[in-house]
């Protein structure tokens, strides 16, 4: 059974930085892509980012690019979110997705196979 279990997520200042991290057990974690999407209330889920199997490419939302930093541990099976200069439109719940790496990197959330239950991000203006 995969499990995917994020935690970090909090209550922040604008400006501020938090790091997501997200633990999957039960699938070859090496074997596949990781990404991260976000839901903030009354809004569609959207992607933030992604990485693919051996860290050596990520991917970014325009929305995030240069202020969140994507990285894994496949020792750990563990992929992190680093977010740094928050903003309150980050505000949101974000959660961790796997794919398996030979189908590529996707930005739609219905091509991802597993997911966690998320972690509420919240900035504070």
């Known amino acids: 059974q995969v499990q995917l279990a994020e935690s970090g997520g909090g209550l922040v200042q604008a400006g501020g930085s938090l790091r997501l991290s997200c633990v999957a057990s039960?699938?070859?974690?090496?074997?596949?892509?990781m990404g991260w999407f976000r839901q903030a209330p009354g809004k569609e889920r959207e992607f933030v980012g992604a990485?693919?199997?051996?860290?050596?490419?990520?991917y970014y939302a325009d929305s995030v690019e240069g202020r969140f930093t994507i990285s894994r541990d496949n020792d750990k099976n563990t992929v992190y979110l680093q977010m740094n200069s928050l903003k309150p439109e980050d505000t949101a719940v974000y959660c961790c997705?796997?794919?398996?790496?030979?189908?590529?990197?996707?930005?739609?959330?219905?091509?991802?196979?597993?997911w966690g239950q998320g972690t509420q991000v919240t900035v504070s203006s």
């Open positions: 990485i693919n199997w051996s860290g050596g490419r990520t």
């Open positions: 039960g699938l070859t974690f090496s074997s596949y892509t």
């Open positions: 997705t796997a794919r398996p790496a030979w189908r590529g990197i996707a930005y739609q959330d219905t091509a991802y196979d597993y």
